[in-house]
C-alpha cells in the first residue's frame, strides 16, 4: 500500500492548521486508522490520486484512534471508518450524495477516477461559492449505509 506518501494528522493543532492554511484547494481528510482493510483501501486511492488532483486539492490522512482528534471525530459524527471530509477555504463543503448525511463519503471510493470526479465537482463548485455540490457519480458507485439515531 502507498498511504505513507500521505501526511499522517494525529494532533487537533495539525488538523486545524492545515484546514486554516489550505488556500484555494479541496483538502480531503480521510478519517480512519491504519490497522483497517478498508481505511487502507481507500488511502491507497488517495495516495494514487494525490498527483493527479495536487493542482487543485491537498489529502491528509486523519487517525481516530488518537486522543486529541476526538473532537473532530465527534463534530464530524464519524462513526463509521472510513469516513472523508471536505474543505476549501476553511469552509467544511457538503456533497448530496443521495444519502441522508452530506457531511461526508462514508466508505472508499470504487476507482481512483471516482474519488478523482468527487474532488473535481468540489472544486468547481467552490470556486463558484457554492458550500453542497450534487455527487457526479452514479447512485450505484456511491456506498450506501444505514443511518441510525440514538434516543430519538
Known amino acids: 500500500m502507498s498511504s505513507h506518501l500521505l501526511m499522517v494528522l494525529t494532533k487537533k493543532q495539525e488538523v486545524d492548521a492545515i484546514i486554516r492554511d489550505t488556500i484555494d484547494k479541496v483538502l480531503v481528510l480521510r478519517f480512519g486508522r491504519a490497522s483497517d482493510p478498508v481505511c487502507l483501501q481507500l488511502a491507497d486511492i488517495l495516495s494514487k490520486s494525490a498527483r493527479e488532483v495536487s493542482k487543485f486539492a ?15 471525530v465527534k463534530y464530524f459524527d464519524i462513526t463509521f471508518i472510513p469516513s472523508t471530509v471536505f474543505f476549501f477555504n476553511a469552509h467544511h463543503m457538503k456533497m448530496d450524495f443521495g444519502t441522508a448525511d452530506h457531511t461526508k463519503w462514508v466508505g472508499t471510493f470504487h476507482k481512483k477516477q471516482d474519488f478523482i470526479d468527487v474532488v473535481e465537482a468540489i472544486y468547481r463548485g467552490a470556486m463558484k461559492g457554492k458550500l453542497i455540490v450534487s455527487c457526479p457519480l452514479p447512485p450505484e458507485r456511491i456506498p450506501k449505509y444505514q443511518l441510525l439515531y440514538k434516543d430519538v
Open 58 to 72: 491537498s489529502v491528509a490522512l486523519v487517525d481516530i484512534d488518537s486522543n486529541e482528534i476526538q473532537v473532530y
